[in-house]
T-cell receptor
Framework: DSGVTQTPKHLITATGQRVTLRCSPR?????VYWYQQSLDQGLQFLIQ???????AKGNILERFSAQQFPDLHSELNLSSLELGDSALYFC???????????????FGPGTRLTVT | GQNIDQPTEMTATEGAIVQINCTYQ??????LFWYQQHAGEAPTFLSY??LDGLEEKGRFSSFLSRSKGYSYLLLKELQMKDSASYLC??????????WGAGTKLIIKP
């Protein structure tokens, strides 16, 4: 158990709909990352938040948005869903920044999104 | 551009040794990570290299050569449970991780 929690575990929805994925980081971790992993594909970095502020953006679509709240939990909002958005969505957390070049990301169990 | 290359798939025999290579070209370098990911599960941290040389951790070792932009993960005494994908990730100059596509390792009895 990494200490990172994600809800829900599974989500099935229809095209055009909007969903919210939730993540609680490990206690003490200030940084949260969101990743998308389609079937048999690598991890695609979406976005990072640090202590409530957006820190870095990866390949995140305009239909997707995220935020990190004062209690450090984070939500990823996916709207106007398309079939191609079906994937595993992982949240990870880290203590970044702690010291130069020394942090590891702890991953949550993921949310499996199926768009029908 | 920034790029990380790993073989897509490798096959090895239970009890044997396998080496998974990773080459990278990134803007800056603060360290290299190896993660293991079983199908449908979350990645889990295996090792971290920031200086050249070999880091050993039980059956797993990781090597880094910064001048060559090269790393490898060495798995010894392979077990069936080692069947998984192995992800190489490099921390660039802005502290962001750049991920390779992963190497799927298949262990045969």
């Amino acid at each position: 158990d990494s200490g990172v929690t994600q809800t829900p575990k599974h989500l099935i929805t229809a095209t055009g709909q909007r969903v919210t994925l939730r993540c609680s980081p490990r206690s003490g971790d200030l940084s949260v990352y969101w990743y998308q992993q389609s079937l048999d594909q690598g991890l695609q970095f979406l976005i990072q938040y640090y202590n409530g502020e957006e820190r870095a953006k990866g390949n995140i679509l305009e239909r997707f948005s995220a935020q990190q709240f004062p209690d450090l939990h984070s939500e990823l909002n996916l709207s106007s869903l398309e079939l191609g958005d079906s994937a595993l969505y992982f949240c990870a957390s880290s203590v970044f920044p702690v010291q130069e070049g020394a942090y590891e990301q702890y991953f949550g169990p993921g949310t499996r999104l199926t768009v029908t | 551009g920034q790029n990380i290359d790993q073989p897509t798939e490798m096959t090895a025999t239970e009890g044997a040794i396998v080496q998974i290579n990773c080459t990278y070209q990134t803007s800056g370098f603060n360290g290299l990570f190896w993660y293991q990911q079983h199908a449908g599960e979350a990645p889990t941290f295996l090792s971290y290299n920031v200086l050249d040389g070999l880091e050993e951790k039980g059956r797993f070792s990781s090597f880094l050569s910064r001048s060559k932009g090269y790393s490898y993960l060495l798995l010894k005494e392979l077990q069936m449970k080692d069947s998984a994908s192995y992800l190489c990730a490099v921390e660039g100059s802005n502290y962001q991780l750049i991920w390779g596509a992963g190497t799927k390792l298949i262990i045969k009895p």
